[in-house]
Nanobody, 125 residues
């Protein structure tokens, strides 16, 4: 059974750091791209970073470039999102999703079927 589970969310002061993890089971990371999204209250789900399955190439949306870093450990089947210099506007529920078509970025999250349950990041203003 294919499964994703995020962890690592929490509350952090502006300027602080968090590392999110996305643990995969039931499939190899090399066969999928893993895409990180976030959704703030009242806003659409936004793709912020991804890492391709085979080559490990990465993508970041402009708002997180230079602050967030995506990486993966194929042996642990885990993808990480290191988030530094956090801002109040980064507060959201963060989700990881697996794209079997290995699109990075995915372009349209609505076709993705495999998602984690989400982990909340709070950055008070």
């Amino acid at each position: 059974q294919l499964h994703l589970a995020e962890s690592g969310g929490g509350s952090v002061q502006p300027g602080g750091s968090l590392r999110l993890s996305c643990a995969a089971s039931g499939f190899r990371l090399a066969d999928y791209s893993i895409n990180w999204f976030r959704q703030a209250p009242g806003k659409d789900r936004e793709e912020i970073a991804c890492i391709s399955g085979y080559a490990g190439s990465t993508y970041y949306t402009d708002s997180v470039k230079g602050r967030f870093t995506i990486s993966k450990d194929d042996a642990k089947r885990t993808v990480y999102l290191q988030m530094n210099s956090l801002k109040p506007e980064d507060a959201a529920v963060y989700y990881c999703a697996a794209d079997p078509f290995r699109n990075c970025p995915s372009g349209d999250y609505r076709y993705l079927e495999l998602w984690g349950q989400g982990t909340r990041v709070v950055v008070p203003s």
